[in-house]
C-alpha cells in the first residue's frame, strides 16, 4: 500500500512559475515510478511528466521545454518545477505512482498507474 500527498498549488498570473511536490510513504520497492497528471474540468485526466527509479524522464508534448521533473529518492519526494505557465495549464495536478518503469506505464496514460494522490489545484490568470 503506497500512499502519496501532492503539495505546491497556487494561483499565478500568466508567465509565472510554480513548483509542485509529491511526498510518498507506505512500501515503495526500487522499481518505481512516479507520474504527473493533470486535469481541467470537462477534460481528460493528461500525462505531463514522468521519472523513473533509474531517472529515466518523459515530458508531455505541451509542457515539454516549461517543466522539469526531479527526485529525492532518500525523501521518497518528486518535484515539478513549473516555468512560462499558461492559462490552459489551469487543472488539478495528481501525482501517481506505479511498481513499474515510466517506459512500461507512462505512456499507458492515467490507466498506468496504480496509486494517487488527491490533487493540488493550479490557476493560471491575469
Known amino acids: 500500500q503506497v500512499q502519496l500527498v501532492e503539495s505546491g498549488g497556487g494561483s499565478v498570473q500568466p508567465g509565472g512559475s510554480l513548483r509542485l511536490s509529491c511526498t510518498a510513504s507506505?512500501?515503495?520497492?526500487?522499481?518505481?515510478?512516479i507520474g504527473w497528471f493533470r486535469q481541467a474540468p470537462g477534460k481528460e485526466r493528461e500525462g505531463i511528466s514522468c521519472?523513473?527509479?533509474?531517472?529515466?524522464?518523459y515530458y508531455g508534448d505541451s509542457v515539454k521545454g516549461r517543466f522539469t521533473i526531479s527526485r529525492d529518492n532518500a525523501k521518497k519526494m518528486v518535484h515539478l518545477q513549473m516555468h512560462g505557465l499558461k492559462p490552459e495549464d489551469t487543472a488539478v495536478y495528481y501525482c501517481?505512482?506505479?511498481?513499474?518503469?515510466?517506459?512500461?506505464?507512462?505512456?499507458?496514460?492515467?490507466?498506468?498507474?496504480?496509486?494517487w494522490g488527491r490533487g493540488t489545484l493550479v490557476t493560471v490568470s491575469s
Open positions: 507506505g512500501r515503495l520497492v526500487d522499481a518505481y515510478a
Open positions: 501517481a505512482a506505479v511498481i513499474d518503469s515510466c517506459f512500461n506505464s507512462f505512456q499507458k496514460g492515467p490507466n498506468g498507474m496504480d496509486f
Open positions: 521519472i523513473s527509479d533509474d531517472d529515466d524522464i
